[in-house]
């Protein structure tokens, strides 16, 4: 039984740049979820921007096919503009999955059985990485990050339906996604081929 609970502390690091590895943070957004974010920068007048992050070279369309974009921490503070200083993130009721599940994030490694990772530049898991080492059994994980884990297992049933839509696609022969390709080929794909998003409920 543990009795550590993980409360965020607000010190916005998850939202910023690493200042050791410049351009290493990625905070993957759904289309979906990019369209509602870029709405509410309209409404506020913020400039938000994202570029492409997962995507791939479906060669009967010749198209790129984008699962996921990433939000641009090209300002001045380096981080998502969606971070006030004072209230922290201004977007909570619509951030994205990958914020609403840090500092987890959940992966299958078998039929049986999920892997967790948890963050470890996470100021709480800093703060208490003796103690979380002491309880990694997935049971206290649960425990201690009561209300994020339910958020990291909805963000991996979100990524599986995308795999399933891409794998039907693929067998229903709609789309192919080679399983080896050269850089060389790839960079033309991406220069030259139109964009389709890959959207799931
Ligand atoms: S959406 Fe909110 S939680 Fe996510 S990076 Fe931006 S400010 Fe941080
Ligand atoms: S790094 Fe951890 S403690 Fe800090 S704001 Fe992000 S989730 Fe909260």
């Known amino acids: ?13 998850c939202c910023f740049e690493i200042p050791e590895s410049p351009g290493a943070k990625r905070i993957p957004l759904y289309p979906e979820e990019v369209d509602r974010l870029v709405d509410v920068a309209k409404e506020r007048d913020i400039k938000f921007q994202v570029i492409e992050d997962l995507v791939f070279p479906d060669t009967i369309n010749k198209k790129i ?5 990433k939000i641009l921490l090209n300002n001045e503070k380096k981080g998502c503009p969606f971070f006030d200083e004072n209230t922290g993130c201004t977007v909570h009721e619509i951030k994205p999955y990958a914020c609403q599940a840090y500092p987890l994030s959940l992966k299958r490694i078998d039929s049986f059985n999920l892997e967790i990772t948890i963050d470890p530049l996470c100021h709480f898991v800093i703060q208490h990485r003796e103690a979380l080492k002491k309880k990694a059994d997935m049971e206290s994980i649960k425990k201690i990050f009561k209300n ?10 979100k990524n599986k339906r995308i795999q399933l839509k891409i794998r039907k696609l693929e067998a229903e022969k709609k789309i192919s996604i080679p399983r080896e390709i050269t850089l060389e ?3 033309d794909a991406l220069k030259n081929w139109e964009r389709e998003e890959i959207r799931t409920k």
């Open 1 to 13: 039984m543990t009795d550590l609970l993980y409360k965020c502390m607000q010190c916005g690091v």
């Open 185 to 187: 080929q790839f960079n």
């Open 65 to 69: 096919l984008v699962i996921t974009y």
């Open 148 to 157: 994020e884990y339910p958020k990291a297992e909805k963000f991996f049933r």
